[in-house]
């Protein structure tokens, strides 16, 4: 992976979907004057918190050449759990939280067990866990929604980690500064440590890393595990974030997350990526999904530009490869 760096220190492709999100905001606040309201902003951080975590987590299986379906459902699964277990059991928030990211963490285990030691295709094994969570979660809730406990009740402290409304109603949305903060983390793991460094080598050349004696279904299996790790976390973050979680609502997140990952630099085909480049990634998909509506396009029209602005990221890292 390229160590190159351009403008501010960043790598080329950071600097470029950098470049676009800048000129993302311009155009949407010349075309909706709406658009630039601080309510707009909280909007848009709201969308990005649960998708940055989803996106973080299935940067590492991107990286090795596979891919993690089950992160949508996942997340909502989780969440419904979790909040089954507060609101229906009468167990703490903390303990709520804690078996929200437990599922998501045995989820991941039991991806990286059909995937790194049993061989399975990661596509075809994360697509059946996808149909899993999205029928484990409402299963238990009988269907129906669970609401976690609201930022004004004694339990509701953990919604202030995402959004803290001061005395004078003023939404202060402070979930950003801890995305940052497991941004820094995340880049050190995969860029600094034996983590990271050994799941970009399976990405590249899974046999020529075996043949060095790297322990290659350990590193594969643990690259799953921190995809369902911060699958978990979305959860809680999604449940911090909404009044209510409803069963079936995480359909087609996992795919704004693996958007999010690729337009910020994550190779189709493993072995290059950066978290920065996703952080950045993710931003470009959320600010479609807000921004759009204001200057009147829909959500079909979401979803258009949404895949042309894929295929436009893959093609950019064929021609790349082949250069």
Sequence with gaps: MSKKKTFLGLKGREAMVLGIIIAMVVLFSILSPTFRTYPTVVSVLDNSYYITLMA??????LITGGVDLSIGTG????????GYLIVHKGVPVGVGILACIGVGVLIGVFNGVLIAIMDLPPFLATLCTCMITR???PALCGGFGVSWPSAISEQGAFRKVFKFISANGTVIPIGIVLMVV???VMSFVLDHTRIGRYIIAIGSNKEATKLAGVNVKFYHMLAYIISGLFAGLAGVAYAAT????YPGAGAGFELDAIGGAIVGGVSATGGVGTILGTFFGVFVICLMKVGLPFIGLQANWQQIFTGIVLIAAVLIDVVKKKK
């Design 56 to 61: 973080l987590g299935v940067t590492f299986p």
């Design 75 to 82: 997340l909502v699964s989780y969440a419904l759990i979790g």
């Design 135 to 137: 029928g484990l979660g």
């Design 182 to 184: 497991l941004v820094i």
């Design 242 to 245: 909404y009044a209510t979680i």
